[in-house]
């Protein structure tokens, strides 16, 4: 079974969003594995909260993402 665990800043996207994007990525892996993968693909999103993320040592917050 193809899984795919994406982790994405919390409330950064929509019902809509989301659904693009799993529909996308579930599309990548049926492409890669044939037809007969698609109904087996598992698409996780993890939704991190604020403080939750760092890069290179520093904490990013919701303003260095752009989300303030």
Sequence with gaps: MPYANLKVP????TPESKKRLID???DAYADVYGERARATTLVLLEEVPEGGWGLGGNILTAEMLGRS
């Design 10 to 13: 919390a409330d950064t996207l």
């Design 24 to 26: 996308a990525v579930t």
